[in-house]
């Protein structure tokens, strides 16, 4: 019999909420032979207040020893702007060397976009997670003085722009329109967009039936908006990569519905998964968040972890459940929860 | 009598033809008492081809000796990315410390926007326009190997932040909902986060009537789609900036509206006024390119030379010709032009 040895990280504010419906709908859609482990980290604010802790190098050695991570959302206004995001998410990102950040955009029937004339969105990011300007690189002199001078430093390799845009390719690849849009901005930031573009033509070639394209990423919000439904695969860096996530969910359904995955393919450290949403404090234990991009979240990772059958079925399970929204009162995050660990179970 | 002494950049692509609507407007709003000249530059892809050169101290001494710039578009796609945009566009934004980069957004009555609904949207953008990652800093090794490293440097310092910053609330104190919104990722760019973070809270507290709200930039482009109407002014670094004005511009009616002023408040160089759109040489030469922006971009500098009365008149005449277009057959670019000036004139 399989097993599936799961490290869950509810964090802060609606995290545990919308963590435990992403978890029932993972027992509800399991097959019966596999054996479904979990181990919960209390890692977010109350941790860092009670230990001054985020991720120590022994926390990071007991998620080693998972299959995937999944993740609510860390963050709470008691805590300083950067402490967990540097001291925990970003940490985790670099010392798991996540490099595939995996968002998907879709617009599911029935979803309501902001957008005039319900275009057709079908596109996934993938999103460089270990380099670009998130390296922590940069500092600051003469701090709080009017002579103060702060610096940050974008940091790109070849190494770690190939692996990145080599998965962008196969991505594509394997999809039916099979296009890739390079988005970066190397107009003006020429040191890392020609190492980007460079890495980028060469690996093309590799890839013969990939239709290819480069947008700077000013542009990119306006077809964002204006052509959506132009996109298929994108590849961009890390900063460039968050800004354009945050729009593409915006335009296909909302935050609410926005899934991702931390990947790291080679497999040596386990993948992590996540909402692209925070941790919404202003709404947290009232149940009334959302936890479709969390149960979304686990369908990309049973699909990393193989389970193909399972994951689509997740997926099908929203679109319905979305689909039949407009008909319904509101409801709770776990009855959300329950609706969709009922039809994946059915 | 007053005289206005304006250089003038058509540049490449529709630049030329946009720029001779923009002279057309200018010429039919200007009081009688003006004496307008203008020399006319030949800079962009042409002078470079011949000659190599981009922006010359030569040039910067020529251009130096006038009032203002108007420029139309930079930019081509047979010359290799960056050499305009880094050897002139950013150049002479540098030289003549062009540190308010002013991008309004409006979408005026009867304009397209890609929105569902037609929200309120009117806010100003004061992009930071010679710091950040546009410095240059950076550099590369082992160039083109399987080694390469490049780095870009985001270059901060208070001195650069609090000018920007504080000719930003000066707008916000200025307008009627005085407000004030930082835009930035002082999670992850902690260095430079803080320090804009700090002196935009500084500030501040000069300006007690202006009520501020600080917003990352990934979620800023979620509330540009989802509630436009909720910006006044915002202050921003050049990077920020530059992304979410062309999304700015994109639900405001499109970059064929979007103007913007490079402008050096203490009047030491001369400002520089260009619309937000590029050379588009696809339908150069064509008489199908808006000059609306340009004509926009005369308004700004207009107002910039204390012509507020002319640069509301242009406002006032664009409005009304945007607002009547539905009904109109498409008109080429100088008849747009035409029929903005009889309108600025009458
Ligand atoms: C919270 C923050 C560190 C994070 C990021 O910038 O990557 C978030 O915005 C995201 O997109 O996952
Ligand atoms: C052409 C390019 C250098 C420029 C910029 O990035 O500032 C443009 O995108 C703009 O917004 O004016």
Redesign the interface.
């Known amino acids: 019999s399989r097993s599936l040895n799961l490290a869950v990280i509810p964090g802060d504010g609606i995290g545990q909420e919308v963590v435990a419906e992403g978890l029932k709908v993972l027992s509800a859609v399991l097959p019966q032979d596999v054996k479904l482990e979990t181990k919960e980290f209390d890692f977010g604010a109350r941790r860092y207040h009670a230990t001054g802790e985020t991720l120590t190098d022994a926390d990071l050695d007991a998620l080693k020893a998972h299959d995937a991570i999944l993740l609510g959302a860390i963050g709470d206004p008691s805590v300083p702007?950067?402490v967990l995001?540097?001291g925990f998410l970003?940490k985790l990102r670099f010392a798991f060397d996540h490099h595939v950040n995996l968002r998907p955009s879709k617009l599911l029937p029935g979803v309501a976009?902001?957008?005039?004339?319900q275009p057709e969105i079908d596109f996934v990011v993938v999103r460089e997670g270990t380099e670009g300007?998130?390296t922590?690189n940069?500092?600051?002199i003469?701090k709080?003085?009017?002579?103060?001078?702060?610096?940050?430093?974008?940091?790109?390799?070849?190494?770690g722009v190939?692996r990145v845009v080599r998965d962008a390719f196969a991505r594509a690849q394997a999809r039916p329109r099979k296009k890739l849009a390079l988005i970066h901005?190397?107009?003006?930031?020429?040191?890392?967009?020609?190492?980007w573009?460079?890495v980028f033509n060469k690996v093309a070639e590799e890839f013969p039936e990939v239709t290819t394209e480069y947008m700077h990423?000013?542009?990119a919000?306006?077809y964002?908006?204006?052509q959506p439904e132009r996109f298929d695969v994108i590849v961009t860096d890390n900063?460039f990569g968050?800004?354009?996530?945050?729009?593409a969910?915006?335009?296909s359904g909302?935050?609410g519905v926005a899934a991702s995955g931390n990947i790291n393919p080679s497999g040596d450290f386990p993948s992590m998964f996540e909402p692209v949403h925070g941790s919404a404090p202003d709404i947290a234990g009232q149940g009334k968040a959302d936890p479709t991009a969390t149960v979304l979240s686990v369908a990309l990772l049973l699909r990393h972890l193989g389970y193909e059958t399972e994951a689509a079925r997740i997926e099908d399970a929203v679109s319905t459940d979305l689909g039949e929204r407009g008909d319904l009162p509101a409801r709770s995050t776990s009855e959300i929860g329950d609706a969709l660990a009922v039809r994946v179970a059915g």
């Open positions: 702007s950067g995001e540097r970003l976009t902001p957008l005039a004339g300007p998130y922590g940069g500092g600051t003469r709080g003085t009017e002579h103060e001078v702060a610096t940050e430093v974008s940091v790109n390799t070849a190494y190939e901005k190397n107009n003006v930031l020429t040191f890392a967009g020609h190492l573009t460079n990423v000013d542009a919000t306006i964002l908006v204006t900063l968050d800004i354009i996530t945050d729009l969910a915006a335009v909302g935050i």
